[in-house]
């Protein structure tokens, strides 16, 4: 063999090697890809204000629910699952696995909703994990960045990040951090946007979250699904008849036929990409009915402790792996969702706070595994009950055997003492551990005041901060337009003592776009006004006249008391300011009133400037 062939051999050998690790790397991308093609899709579909008994597969004959109930009898029930009395708390219990006490969140308004900046989400480990995350609806967990979703563990954002919402129809939304002019029924406009989040995303693994917004008031449904209510009559009925409101339950039933139109949209769009089989979608509700109607004759309804103001239906679906037509018996709760949809989909968490919640993915794949019983603590306002596998102790220490008794009618503390005992020291010893070094939640009927914590303000990449009227102190004569703070103005600004105050906590120290979103009678127009933050100070005069009606398309029943009727806002700049770091109030005040009002305000809006 000559030199040339040795060469010729060497060179051979040395490309036949490179082409085996091209080979090896090809398949490596092969195998990867084929992983993340088996990662599952999820969809979280979260009902606001829902009871257990507004389904057609928990017994109510008087709504029609075939997309929603698909998913139990294609998937699994969770028959005995508990969320909390009131919305808020339920997402953070979602989003964490944790009790909503840990995480901050101790009321629904006035920034007293926000979860911790130190509270790791659901979002968090699937984003870490490599999926696409989006949010489509009512986010009610905080509103400034960092609070936002999008700091959240969410790619995008779209809908209200607020509880109360006061229009459900054409309604002002959030899309990114600004405020955009929507057209059509709330629920279908973002159930529009969760669709297009899964047209883009079809081909990598996605988590969908769609909060929607309904049953939750103002009682307000499309026309064509309210046709099919406003003269049916009832044949279901509340426990305590007397309290239930016939077109209130008409109207939430129509706004539910609604939504499980729009949960039919979702599950279609699934099935026309063929990735159905490999997409696990949860449906729930935040809490017990907003009204007295039919709810499987169960005591209590939202914002109490009882089982009716708890208890949620929870259906979960993933054709791929879930048994069809299973129920599971054991107790769960909003804070088993988040533990139990990474454990299925093979994502690790993140975070390291101990959970409160557990994964139930060995009772949703019917394996045998030794399920130790447990007790599960449902808290608003003051008001503690503790529910086990069997019974629930209510919070004037009543003791109901809920196997014989779901309507908690008669209580058994004189033959089951014991029980009653270790469960009330169970429950004391729950509550001094949620509220060690804390002030106890303001008791229910008590005004709760703005949340102490400051607002957020200067984060150069979400550079858009709004200030609603929600989150300031009305002072002097100033009022809030309806008594839900949620969606609501300020109104009665007639005089200089007259302020609004919001406490912030500005991040970055720079200039600042003003806006101030008014309306002002066109006689009243032209009074000056100044925002006063620190040292810096920043006057105009408010103008041009914008005094529309109130809306009228609105309701389809008028709406609860304290409510507030909405209006359209125009958006005035006001200027420019400059903003030193720190924490400080920022006041909008009157230096002069040339009318007899300033102007109502629904919110000022701040912009840092170069970001």
């Not at 551990?433 to 709760?448: L, R, V, Y």
């Not at 109030?585 to 009002?597: D, S, V």
Request: with cysteine; charged share 25%; aromatic share 10%.
């Amino acid at each position: 063999m000559n030199g040339n062939t040795r060469i010729g051999c060497t060179s051979w050998g040395i490309l036949a090697r490179r082409l085996l690790g091209l080979a090896f790397i090809f398949l490596c991308a092969v195998a990867s890809q084929a992983a993340d093609a088996r990662k599952p899709n999820v969809v979280v579909l979260l009902a606001d204000d829902a009871g257990w008994g507004d389904y057609g597969h928990s017994g109510n004959r008087q709504v029609r629910t075939p997309n929603i109930d698909s998913l139990a009898e294609r998937g699994v029930s969770l028959d005995r699952f508990y969320v909390c009395p009131v919305c808020s708390p339920t997402r953070a219990e979602f989003l964490t696995g944790r009790y909503h006490l840990r995480g901050g969140v101790r009321g629904v308004s006035e920034g007293a909703e926000r979860l911790n900046l130190d509270e790791k989400t659901v979002a968090d480990a699937f984003k870490a994990a490599g999926y696409a995350t989006g949010a489509f609806g009512k986010w009610h967990n905080g509103s400034p960045w960092p609070y936002h979703p999008m700091a959240r563990g969410f790619d995008e954002y779209f809908g209200h990040s607020s509880g109360h919402w006061g229009e459900y129809f054409n309604a002002p939304l959030e899309d990114r951090g600004r405020m955009v002019q929507t057209h059509g029924y709330i629920v279908d406009v973002c159930t529009d946007r969760a669709l297009q989040f899964i047209d883009r995303n079809k081909d990598r693994p996605f988590l969908c979250y769609v909060p929607f917004t309904t049953p939750h008031s103002p009682w307000a449904a499309p026309e064509k699904d309210w046709a099919r209510f406003k003269d049916k009559p009832l044949e279901q009925f509340a426990s305590v008849p007397a309290e239930e409101n016939a077109d209130q339950t008409r109207c939430a039933l129509a706004m539910i036929e609604n939504q499980d139109w729009n949960v039919g949209r979702i599950l279609e769009r699934l099935k026309s990409y063929h990735i159905e089989e490999n997409t696990i979608v949860v449906y729930f509700s935040d809490n017990g009915p907003n009204s007295a109607r039919w709810n499987g004759g169960m005591k209590g309804q939202k914002s109490r402790t009882d089982e009716g103001g708890v208890r949620s239906v929870c259906y979960m679906r993933w054709p791929a792996r879930l048994p069809r037509g299973h129920a599971v018996t054991q107790i769960s709760g909003a804070i088993d969702l988040a533990p139990t949809l990474t454990s299925l989909a093979g994502v690790p968490r993140v975070g390291a706070k101990p959970l409160d919640g557990r994964d139930l993915s060995p009772l949703l794949l019917k394996q045998g595994v030794d399920w130790k019983d447990r007790m599960i603590f449902s808290f608003w306002a003051g008001s503690l009950s503790v529910r086990t596998q069997t019974h629930r102790l209510d919070n004037n220490g009543q003791l109901f055997n809920m196997v014989a008794d779901p309507g908690q009618t008669t209580p058994v503390n004189d033959r089951e003492s014991a029980l009653a005992e270790k469960l009330s020291e169970a429950a004391k010893a729950w509550k001094d551990e949620m509220f060690a070094g804390a002030a106890p939640m303001t008791p229910k009927g008590k005004k709760q005041g703005v949340d102490p914590r400051p607002i957020p303000v200067g984060y150069r990449e979400f550079p858009v901060t709004m200030l609603p009227a929600r989150d300031g102190e009305p002072q002097g004569g100033v009022k809030r337009s309806g008594q839900a703070p949620n969606c609501s103005y300020f109104v009665n600004w007639t005089s200089p003592q007259d302020r609004m105050v919001w406490r912030l906590g500005v991040h970055t120290s720079g200039r600042y776009e003003v806006t101030v979103d008014y309306t002002c009678p066109e006689a009243d127009a032209g009074s000056t006004v100044e925002l006063a933050f620190g040292n810096a100070r920043l006057s105009g005069k408010v103008g041009p006249g914008w005094d529309p009606p109130l809306n009228t398309n609105q309701d389809t029943i008028p709406r609860g008391h304290g409510e507030s009727q909405m209006k359209p806002f125009k958006t005035m700049k006001l200027g420019e300011m400059d903003l030193e770091s720190g924490e400080g109030a920022l006041t909008l005040r009157a230096l002069e009133i040339p009318g007899r009002t300033v102007m109502d305000v629904r919110r000022v809006t701040l912009t840092l400037k170069g970001s």
